[in-house]
């Protein structure tokens, strides 16, 4: 397996403009996690897809966030009108029951997407 | 519903060992360890079930009390490359819940 992959890694944009992120998780991998992290902080839950259904969104992830998982492969975040607040490291994660003989649900993270809002 | 890690930070001399704590104040499935180094993502060290399986990575090995709803991270002689932030994921018992919580980290730098 090659790892979960993120692009971009890096990411400046100008207040009130969109961007999109994407996440290419290990190909086995069923269930796909999106985290954001600040500074100091642990990594935070935004929302999780078991294949292309979302099935849980964090209270932090505002109307102005979408995620998708078309085809149960790769997810996009796409950040609208974006905010100073928003600059982070924005992380994905990948598991799946069985892995590698894993017994529970062990996330691997990809190298994440830093977010600089100017 | 975040844990509580303890140390915040801890500085060791190689060979030296360590421990670093994780404590809820509900009920948890899982406990899942992941060391960070700055500007990389964390990497998964172990996940530590209700009900006592355990795995580990190197000199590296972690224990989970139920009753204390509290697991430890033990790193025994401790090595350069073990400098990094560790953080603990938590899964709680009693929610459908495949998303981890996790803490605010713990700062370990390993010095010659």
């Known amino acids: 397996d090659t790892g979960v992959s993120q692009d971009p890694r890096h990411k400046i944009t100008k207040r009130g403009q969109n961007v999109t992120f994407r996440c290419d998780p290990i190909?086995?991998?069923?269930?796909l996690y999106w985290y954001r992290q600040t500074l100091g902080q642990g990594p935070e839950f935004l929302t999780y897809?078991?294949?292309?259904?979302?099935?849980?969104k964090s209270r932090l992830l505002s109307d102005r966030f979408s995620a998708e998982r078309p085809k149960g492969s790769f997810s996009t975040l796409e950040i609208q009108r974006t905010e100073q607040g928003d600059s982070a490291m924005y992380l994905c994660?990948?598991?799946?029951?069985?892995?590698?003989?894993?017994?529970?649900?062990?996330?691997?993270f990809g190298p994440g997407t830093r977010l600089t809002v100017t | 519903q975040q844990p509580v890690q303890s140390p915040q930070a801890v500085i060791l001399r190689e060979g030296e060992d360590a421990v670093i704590n994780c404590s809820s104040s509900k009920a948890l499935y899982s406990v899942h360890w992941y060391r960070q180094k700055h500007g990389e993502a964390p990497v998964f060290l172990m996940i530590l079930l209700k009900g006592g399986e355990q795995k580990g990575h190197e000199k590296i090995s972690a224990s989970f009390n139920e009753k204390k709803q509290q697991s430890s991270l033990y790193l025994t002689a401790s090595q350069l490359s073990y400098s990094g932030t560790y953080f603990c994921g938590t899964l709680l018992g009693d929610t459908g819940r495949r998303a981890l919580t996790f803490g605010s980290g713990t700062r370990l730098q390993v010095q010659p």
């Open positions: 994660a990948s598991s799946a029951l069985g892995f590698r003989g894993a017994s529970s649900y062990e996330q691997y």
């Open positions: 897809f078991q294949n292309e259904a979302q099935l849980e």
């Open positions: 190909s086995e991998h069923n269930r």
